[in-house]
């Protein structure tokens, strides 16, 4: 039921910008792109999420394409803490399913 | 408080005991949700609840067993379970599935479990 498609994983230099892709092509009109990190196995962390318009908050930001299949996740000066597994995940309803796609293990490097 | 919290941490259990699994949150989320993940792993959805009533069940064997007392409580219980049923069990909770607005999930801790 995976409908996301992340490369496995990426390095980063530190203090860099991180930039995530994920393929999300058959996305429907009116479900949601959500961004989540998971650190040593603890519980999912959220990180943003978007539907068709860009999107900033404290954390990240979100690129989503004009034609919706494809999102960028940035983290504009990666961290240390920042080293996780980040999923990119789409939204389904009626009961606000997550279905989690295989991830990004990002590293970032001193 | 955006807290969800999952007793216990840690649980070893046999192929023949019954236990159970605990989570609650306090921010008044109406739709709650049982996960499972596997070492190295993304997440599996198990279940879903919304309004207290079970709403998704993905297909998921009867000897794990979901149970939503209150719109803050929710338990999994377990039995009869086999090795190959150790995994990382993840709870979460969002607002009213049905309304508009933001419908981010909050995920606890988990709970270690391992069937020897």
């Given amino acids: ?13 530190e203090g860099r910008a991180a930039n995530l892709p ?3 092509s ?19 962390q959220y990180i943003i999420h978007g539907l068709k318009n860009n999107e900033t908050n404290e954390m990240a930001s979100l690129i ?21 597994v980040y999923y990119c995940i789409v939204r389904v309803g009626p009961g606000n399913q997550f279905y989690f796609g ?3 293990s990002l590293t970032v490097i001193p | 408080d955006t807290e ?14 019954k236990k159970s699994l605990k989570c609650e949150q306090h921010m008044g989320h ?15 959805l198990m279940f879903v609840y919304s309004y207290e009533k079970l709403s998704i069940n993905e297909s998921v064997p009867s000897r794990f067993s979901p149970e939503c007392p209150n719109s803050s409580l929710l338990n999994l219980h377990l039995h009869a379970l086999q090795p190959e049923d150790s995994a ?11 309304s508009q607005g933001t419908h981010e999930q909050y995920f606890g801790p988990g709970t270690r479990l391992t069937v020897t």
């Fill in chain 1, 64 to 84: 989503i394409t004009e034609d919706r299949k494809s999102s960028t996740l940035i983290l504009p000066h990666a961290t240390l803490r920042d080293t996780a």
């Fill in chain 2, 30 to 44: 109406r739709a709650m949700y049982w996960y499972k993940q596997k070492a190295k792993k993304p997440p599996e």
């Fill in chain 1, 102 to 104: 295989t991830g990004t």
């Fill in chain 1, 26 to 44: 058959t996305i429907s009109g009116n479900e949601y792109v959500y961004w989540y990190r998971q650190i040593h196995s603890q519980g999912p």
């Fill in chain 2, 88 to 98: 990382l069990y993840l709870c979460a909770s969002s607002q009213d599935p049905v």
């Fill in chain 2, 4 to 17: 969800v919290t999952q007793t216990p941490k840690h649980l070893v259990m046999g192929m023949t005991n």
């Fill in chain 1, 22 to 24: 994920c393929n999300h």
């Fill in chain 1, 1 to 13: 039921d995976a409908k996301t498609t992340q490369p496995t994983s990426m390095d980063c230099a």
